[in-house]
Every structure is written in C-alpha cells, then in structure tokens.
C-alpha cells in the first residue's frame, strides 16, 4: 500500500489540472465530483497506509522513495521524493481528511457560486500543496510546496476578485509570508553551503555530527528558519495578515487554518527539531513567541465584531500554544493540539460559514443572537467545537491536547513557571472569547430573521468533526486520569523524542491539570454572566474611556497593522511617490533626449536649398584645403 | 616677345573662380548659376593652360579641351534640366525647388 505513497499529492493535482483545463465547461456536478473526490480518494488512500504503517511498527518507522530526480547540479541533486514516518503521517491524515470534509461542506456552500469549478480547482491545488509540503524528504521540496501553499492561499483568499479589499486581503497576506519565505530561503542556502546537502535526514545527521550544541551556525539557522514558520504560521511579528485572510470564502478560511498553511510553520520546527535541539537560545525564542502570541492574540480575539475575525485571532493564538510547546521541547504535545486543533476549527469554521449563510452574509455578531432553536444542529457541533477549543475538562479533546501543553510548559526541562502562568491566561482567555462569541451568536432574541439552512453535505461535515472534537483527544490521556492513555505520544515518539520531564516538578501533574481544568471552567462561567447577565456592565465598560481605549487598542490587533503601516509601508510609498519618475531612468532619458536634439539640429541643414548645399561645399573645401596648406 | 608670369595668369583664374563661385552661392536665378558655373570651369581651365605654359608641356591645353567637352555636356543636361525645372514650378528661382528639405 505505502507503494501508492505518490498517489496522494498526485490525485489532488490531477483534479486541479482537470478542473483548470476543462473546469469550466463541466457540468457543476460533475466538476465537484472531480474537486471532493480526488482528496476524498487520497483521504481514503491514507487511511489505507496509516493501517499499513501501524502494522508495520516498530520495525518500520520510516519510509522513503524516490519518484522522480528533480535537479541535479553539482553537488546538488534532488528529488522529487517523499519520507513517511510517524509525524508526516498524521499532517497527512489531517489534510486530507479533514480537508476531504472541508470540500464536501464546500460542495454546498459554494454551489450558488459563479466561480464553482475554479474555486475546487484551487482548492484542490492548495491540498496537493501542503501534501507536497509534509511528504517531502528534502528541503528544497518542501520549499516547493511551502510556496505552492502560499500561492494557493493568495488565489482564494482573492477569490471574490471583484472587490477591491478581498485583493488587498490577499496581497497583504502574500507580501508578508513571503518576508518570512525569504529568512526560510537564506536559511536553506545556510544549511546547503555549510552541510551540503538538503535531504532532511541526512541533514539532521550531519548537524548533530559537525555543529556542537549551542555555537553559533545552528543558532543562526533555527532562527532563519522560524524566520519561514513565523510568516507561515501566523506569529509574531509577522502575524497581520491572517485576521485579513478572512476576506476569501469561508471553506477557505477552514482549509488554511485547519488542515494547511498555518500549521506550515509548526510542522518545519518539528521536522528539523534536531537543529532546533542544538540552538537552545532558538528554541527559547519560539517557546516565547508562541508565549506572546498567545496571550496577545486571545485579548483581540476578546474584542472582534466580525466571527471570522474571532476565529482568526484565535487561530494565531492556538498556534501560539503549539510553538510555546515545540518551544519547551513538547514535541507530541504540539502535534496533538495541532491535530485536534485542525479538527475543532475546521468544525467552528464551517459553523461560522453554515451562521453567515442563514445571516445572508453578515458576519458581525452583535447582529446576530438567537440562533439556537432556528439551527439546532450547527448550534450543538458549534457549541462542541467550542468546547474543544475553550478546553472544557474531561468531555472535549481540546481539553487533552491544551492542557498537556500548558502542563509541560511548566514540567519540561526547557519549561518554566512564566510559560506556564502565559498560557493559563492564555487558556483563560480562550474559554471568555469563545463563549462570548457562542453567546453573541447562539443565545439570546432573534435580531436577524434565518436565510438558508444547511444541507445534507455540511451536516455531516459538520456532525463528523464535532465526534472527532469530542473523541480524538482520548488517544492521549494523562496518567493522574485513570492510569492515563499514551497511544499518540508513543505513535509520535517514532518519529519525534520524547519530552523530557524535570523530575521535581511531576509531582505536581494533578494539581497543574485541576487548575488549567479549573481555569477554563471559570472563563466560561465569567463570561456568560457578563455577557447574559449583565449585559449593561459590559457595555458600560467598553464605553468608559479607559476601557474604550483599550477595547480600540486590542480591537486593531494590538495596532501591529498601525505600526507596519507607519514604519514600513508609508515610507515605501512615499519612496515610490517621489521617485515615480524614475530616477536611474533619466540617464537613459537623456541619451534619447540627446539624440534627438542632434536629429533637430542637423534636420534644419537639409533646407532643400541648392544653394546652401553649394555653399556648404565651398566651405568644407576651401577648411580642407586650408588644413592640407598650413597644417 | 612678353611673357605674362605664371603667378599672374594664375591670380587671374583664381579671381575668375571666386567670381565664378560667388555668382553660384548668390544669384537664385538658375540659368546665372549656370553661367556662373561655367566661368568656374573656364577658371579652372585657364589655371591649367597656365601651369602647361609654365612646365612647357602640353598635358594643361590637353585638360583644357577635356573641360571643354565637359562643359559643353554639362551645359546641355543642365539646360535640359532648367526646361524641365521650369515646367514643373514655373519659376527660374532655384530656391524654390526646395521640395527635398528635411
């Protein structure tokens, strides 16, 4: 079965050459079946392998193979070739399942849309992108896919090109990526000319052997390389563009904050986390960012109108969490939240789209309310996915996945009671604006009367990722829980090291679980009586003038979009203003101008006069002649 | 018999020459820039009369008759072509055939 390996990026890019060469004269149904089925097809083809590959274990915790040389220069030869183990196969697994969930939902939503087949056709592309992404076994490859990703989310994210802001949107969220592409390049570029070559493994081999732990080259090529993740995933500083990215259709914002791109940049650190291990100064620096990023991205998430918007500021804040735990050496933990992760907010995601739909466009929550009795269904999956998503102990998965990071945040080596207390307030956080938006959006009177309802095709989307929200985060359990389950962190521990715990402090685990259990409880509690209960305190509040202040503040994201603008792009334009004329182009200008001014001058010679020719002669004779005599 | 110096015969075609080449750069008629062109090879021709008398050979009276002929050819193309000139713009004036100005 691993033999098919190729087939899984290949089906989704055979869909998009399909529906871009012959898309638009499909039927409709016929072009979604070639969109949901091609990663519908690969979905299933994982399934095969991941039942292939933990038969094989633990004799064969890898896989590789070479479909095709790519390039081959010098010293340099690459491949078009993939490497399966433990971690790419659970990115694998998530893409395309909760991808091929994604494009079913999306196979309704988007039916009355008159871009139909190209929008599949982008998608499509998208999914084969980031497939090519985590199969790759060298960087270059990956480097492939990272920017096919980046591409993709600058198609769709514009994808209702007529209006002006969705193409800023997607500008905005290309030119920033690519700020973090470009350190990921110089990074690649480092790492070929220091250790020559760019296959993954051999390239971890080599560092550990040649780079002691600590010096400087590693250092400084971790760091180019969270350089790339940073851009891709959404973090601080390079963080502005995903609250924009909201612009692109729903599914869209599903498929980049689930199942591809965002979690671009948390895959890279995991996959070259021996590099990361022999910078210690650069894995302090991600566990900080994603400290930060969490804490700073929830306080907007608090304040946002739009729902799209919440998600997103809690998306980057999530994210945030999986760096702060590949930061504190919690390999498993990352890739667990960032599996169960991708299962709740794909699930909110398409929620929010089934709500915008039955809002008929409108996408602010205060306008919204009472939705409960009007669309039970997507009600209950919303409400799980929140669940998940505020940690709820015991019933959710988020619940297993979050706090086992905030619990070696403070218990790993690397760990400490800083990134712990972060991202408990950060949990906190996280339980006030998702319920606050669950509250806005569901509860209280109907302000805006119901459009469309969902169909078969998102009901079940939805109903299937609301079970994998509540379910999946079984496969790891702590052990103060009944003895504990540790199937993921062992099937991880094939491709990934374990954590390593500081032994004084395990001690501690059940304590440390009831308060970030607590945590998220309370959270919860809060705000529903201030958003339920005591709705004029809250309003009272905003309108004061030092919560207005702040409430503007965290609204603007923190004024990082203020900050970018101020410092980066009005110096650019007014660069661009005053030299919109060109400046090295005038040199050029007056070689033209010169030429012409002979052609002007020696124009007004040819009279047409006879005479003047005549005499014109005469006197180029008689300055010959004169030359010839006394020179 | 008084022998006239060289240097004089050949101030005389050089005076000849000038007057001939100020008649072409200054008169507009056409047939006076004809004349006028012809007094220039007459010019020319009498420098080389003078040059063969002072060298006592005969090649400047056998250049002499070769500008004879020459003339007498110029003379009749350029008369052919002042016909012709004045059909088209009714005019003598070579100023006005300035058709080919840039």
Redesign the interface.
Known sequence: MVQLLWLIPALPLAGFLILALIGARLPRRLAAVVGVGSVGLSAALTVCIVVGFLRGLPDHPSYSRMVWSWLAVGGLKVGISFYLDALTLTMMAVITGVGFFIHLYAMEYMAEDAGFSRFFAYMNLFVCAMLILVLADNLLLLYLGWEGVGLCSYLLIGFWYTDPANGYAARKAFVVTRVGDTAMAVGLFLLFDHLGTLQIQDLMIRAQAGWAAGSTLPTVAALLLLGGAVGKSAQLPLQTWLPDAMAGPTPVSALIHAATMVTAGVYLIARTHVLFTLAPTALTVVAIVGAVTLLLAGFSALTQKDIKRVLAYSTISQIGYMFLALGVGAWAAAVFHFMIHAFFKALLFLGAGVVIHAMDGEQDMFKMGGLRREIPLTFWTFLIGSASLAALPLVTSGFYSKDLIIWQAFASVHGGLGLWATALAGAFLTSLYTFRMVFLTFAGPLRTPVGHRPGWAMNIAMVVLAVLSLCAGFLEIPKTLSGGVHFFSGFIQNALPATVLAVSREVYESLFEWISGGTALLGAALIYILILRMPNFTTALVRSSAGGALHRYWFSGWGFDWLYDRVLVRPYVFLAHINRDDIIDSFFDLISWLGGLGHRVLSTTQNGKMRSYAAGLAIGAAVVIGMVVWL | MITIPTAHALLLAGVLFLLG?MG???R?NIIF?LLSLEIMLNASGLAFVAAGFHWGRPDGQIMFLFILAMAAAEVSVGLALVLQLYHRIHTLD??Q??????
């Open positions: 080449l072409v750069m200054v507009r820039i070579a100023d055939a300035s058709r080919m100005r840039g």
